[in-house]
């Protein structure tokens, strides 16, 4: 009897290595070693739904991991902006994903932009951004963005440090629940988040 052959090594998603190199130059300023997994990306993505149009921001987005689920998922009238800073990262992006409207920015600038192409509000914010390594002034932009364009509205963090940063998410929003995904590589998942409180200003991690 011969012996079955292996199987395929699964291939890698567009944008790895590009990720591993960014992270292993800049570190925590990217949220992980690698893309996002499609559990990660799906739980993260919870919230876009085919029935109806909706207006979703995402920050972070990559190389476009997540993105390309937001894309699958959503109304085919629904609109798509996706904030990446990094210009390889954004190059893939925009290959990748041709329904995203991509912004090249600084995810501190993204009022700025919305404001830009008459964005005055959105139904869902899904954010790929490593919120507590990031500089207190970031923050600040990035949450009084969300609190103006997003208001009571579902802003859905990625993690991959799984529950440890619930109680922050907890002084920042007055509804939070995880969703844990284990399998995703490192295990991490997905903080929902609902409406800021009003002193979220107070409760921002950095320096």
């Keep these: 009897m011969t012996s079955p052959l292996p199987s395929e090594p699964a291939p890698a998603q567009p944008g790895s290595f590009i990720f591993l190199r960014k992270f292993l130059r800049h570190g925590?300023?990217?949220?992980?070693?690698?893309?996002?997994?499609?559990?990660?990306?799906?739980?993260?993505?919870?919230?876009?739904?085919?029935?109806?149009?909706?207006?979703?921001?995402?920050l972070g987005a990559g190389t476009g991991a997540v993105t390309?689920?937001?894309?699958?998922?959503?109304?085919?009238?629904?609109?798509?902006?996706?904030?990446?800073?990094?210009?390889?990262?954004?190059?893939?992006?925009?290959?990748?994903?041709?329904?995203?409207?991509?912004?090249?920015a600084d995810a501190a600038t993204t009022l700025a932009h919305l404001q830009a192409v008459q964005v005055e509000q959105v139904d869902l914010v899904i954010s790929g951004l490593p919120v507590p390594s990031l500089p207190r002034a970031v923050n600040e932009q990035v949450f009084r963005c969300v609190q103006q364009v997003a208001g009571a509205r579902i802003f859905s963090q990625l993690t991959v440090m799984p529950w440890i940063y619930l109680s922050l998410y907890r002084r920042l929003f007055h509804q939070v629940t995880f969703t844990p995904v284990w399998w995703n590589i490192p295990c991490g998942g997905v903080?929902?988040?609902?409406?800021?409180?009003?002193?979220?200003?107070?409760?921002?991690?950095g320096k």
Excluded at 43 to 57: E, G, K, M, N, S
Excluded at 191 to 205: A, I, K, M, T, V
């Design 68 to 104: 390309a689920v937001v894309a699958e998922r959503m109304h085919p009238h629904s609109r798509l902006l996706a904030v990446e800073m990094d210009p390889d990262f954004a190059a893939v992006l925009r290959r990748r994903c041709p329904r995203a409207q991509v912004i090249e």
């Design 28 to 58: 925590t300023q990217v949220a992980s070693v690698a893309p996002s997994s499609r559990r990660l990306a799906l739980a993260l993505c919870h919230y876009v739904t085919p029935d109806r149009p909706q207006t979703i921001l995402e």
């Design 191 to 205: 903080y929902h988040c609902r409406s800021l409180r009003p002193d979220f200003d107070r409760h921002l991690p």
